[in-house]
């Protein structure tokens, strides 16, 4: 069975596609803007080099944030788009716990949001697998994180796509019209609409 796995809410988008529990291809590089225009070109030139087409992926995975206003909706609209033109079962997961899923111990995800903000969730590592232990969540960095030990603070690490496809972290989509990113916060323009900082 083949997986296809995508995220794009942060700095670093992340490509992957599996055959059961084999990686076939990963793309994991920093972006500059412009995952909307890279990610489709990539997608499909993968698929290419290894005989698949988009009628083979079974199941997609996609990081829906928090992260990137921009970002977030990329992989969210292409794994919809995906699930309703070729009947593929779609999973969501957090991209914060895409950001730890390369480690085996208690951590907290950290992507800066800005104004001295961040998006943050704790997890810890027990018996192979990770457990939640805070949601998803925006904080004031130097508040939250003043007494931490930042070696277990994650701000970049490569997703692994093993990890997050057999966690107990994933979600099954429903209803996939409804499906939205997980923004957390006001973007830009609503801030000033509101008259907000």
Not at 27 to 43: A, C, Q
Request: charged share 25%; aromatic share 10%; glycine share 4%.
């Amino acid at each position: 069975m083949y997986r296809l796995v995508l995220d794009t809410a942060l700095d670093y988008s992340y490509l992957g596609i599996l055959e059961d529990d084999n990686i076939l291809y990963e793309s994991y590089e920093l972006g500059k803007n412009n995952h909307s225009e890279t990610l489709m070109p990539k997608l499909e030139s993968a698929l290419k080099d290894n005989n698949i087409t988009l009628k083979d992926i079974k199941e997609v995975y996609v990081g829906i944030g928090p992260g990137s206003y921009t970002g977030v909706r990329i992989a969210v609209v292409i794994g919809k788009m995906l699930a309703v033109m070729n009947n593929i079962t779609l999973y969501t997961f957090s991209s914060l716990f895409s950001l730890v899923s390369n480690k085996t111990f208690e951590c907290y995800a950290f992507v800066d949001s800005r104004r001295g903000n961040c998006y943050t969730a704790h997890f810890d590592y027990k018996d192979s697998k990770f457990i939640r232990l805070t949601e998803d969540s925006v904080e004031v960095i130097k508040d939250y994180f003043k007494d931490t030990d930042e070696n277990i603070i994650i701000k970049e690490s490569k997703p692994n796509p093993l990890v997050i496809i057999n966690s107990d972290l994933i979600e099954r989509v429903e209803d996939v019209n409804s499906l939205s990113p997980n923004y957390l916060q006001l973007v830009e323009a609503e801030r000033i609409k509101m008259g907000l900082k």
